[in-house]
């Protein structure tokens, strides 16, 4: 579901935040999203338009289960697998096709879903003096909805790329998609990636 631009064009005061798009995610391990290779090239174009204004986040898991606690804990002890003593260090790196754009792309690493705890974001947007997000990434319905709901909060215009997210579940991707749309609309626009290029 597209709307396109709704609330005028995008300025100097906007950025693309691009939530962890890494090899974590798009090589064959337990928490792949194969939808990531579909949108990789819209992805590109966008990054390509305005690589200094993009900011990669990357999920970065403790190294130990033990690391971490309360549910997180418990998170951990059923994916140790995907804990950073498990975990060879490059799966943590943005994909090949996007890593080429660092710099003057920046990034920062988060420990949990959001990118606005626990990291640099809020501070890094403040100093650019930020007020919408363009957000693509993975997943739509986990790390992109964590990243989506403190920007609203925050009071930034949203608008989600809807063409440059995915998810692992085809049902929890729509389902968001659907959600942002109907109880969000005055908040999140959804446009695809060329709606986005044009009215940036």
């Avoid at 064009?9 to 337990?30: I, K, W, Y």
């Avoid at 319905?141 to 790329?161: E, F, H, K, T």
């Amino acid at each position: 579901m597209t709307d396109g631009i709704q609330f005028g064009r995008l300025g100097p005061c906007c950025a693309h935040l691009c939530v962890d798009m890494q090899n974590l995610f798009l090589e064959p391990t337990e928490w792949q999203t194969p939808w990531m290779q579909q949108i990789c090239p819209t992805i590109i174009e966008l990054v390509e338009s305005h690589p200094t204004d993009t900011i990669f986040t990357r999920f970065v898991p403790p190294y130990k289960a033990e690391d971490v606690v309360g549910a997180w804990r418990r998170y951990y002890q059923r994916w140790t697998c995907m804990t950073g003593d498990k975990l060879p260090s490059r799966l943590l790196d943005i994909i090949p096709d996007l890593k080429r754009f660092i710099p003057p792309a920046t990034v920062i690493d988060k420990q949990g879903y959001s990118p606005f705890f626990s990291s640099d974001l809020k501070r890094i947007l403040d100093e650019r003096n930020i007020d919408s997000l363009v957000i693509t990434g993975a997943e739509t319905d986990v790390c992109v909805l964590a990243s989506i709901l403190p920007a609203i909060d925050w009071g930034y215009r949203v608008i989600v790329a809807s063409d440059g997210v995915c998810s692992s579940a085809d049902q929890g991707h729509d389902a968001l998609i659907d959600l942002y749309h109907d109880r969000f609309s005055q908040q999140v626009e959804i446009a695809s990636v060329s709606d986005i290029i044009s009215a940036w």
